[in-house]
């Protein structure tokens, strides 16, 4: 059985870091990528950031490129989101994501697991 589990939301102060990990089970990760997506009140669940089944070639959203870094650990079964520089639009929950493939995409429909996500809230 596939499971995501998130953790490391919480509240950060503008201009703050944080760093989400999701420890994935139920699957062979290294064949996989995953992503990360979050969801503001109010609005669908949007693109954050991928990385292949090896580890490289990252996608980032526009809004976070140079902010944000997704890395994973294939020995551990681990993928981290460090989020710098957060700003009070990057408010939401945050989803970790298992791909369909071991391409990243940035697109939900290419992801068939998710974790229940954990919160991350900026505030000025």
């Known amino acids: 059985q596939v499971r995501l589990v998130e953790s490391g939301g919480g509240l950060a102060q503008s201009g703050g870091s944080l760093t989400l990990s999701c420890v994935a089970s139920g699957f062979t990760f290294t064949t996989y990528a995953m992503g990360w997506f979050r969801q503001a009140p109010g609005k669908e669940r949007e693109f954050v950031a991928a990385?292949?089944?090896?580890?490289?070639?990252?996608y980032y959203a526009p809004s976070v490129k140079g902010r944000f870094g997704i890395s994973r650990d294939n020995t551990r079964n681990i993928v981290h989101l460090q989020m710098n520089n957060l700003q009070p639009e990057d408010t939401g929950l945050y989803f970790c994501?298992?791909?369909?493939?071991?391409?990243?995409?940035?697109?939900?429909?290419?992801?068939?697991?998710w974790g229940s996500g954990t919160q991350v809230t900026v505030r000025t």
């Open positions: 994501g298992k791909g369909l493939f071991g391409s990243a995409n940035t697109l939900a429909e290419a992801y068939d697991a």
């Open positions: 990385i292949y089944s090896h580890g490289g070639s990252p």
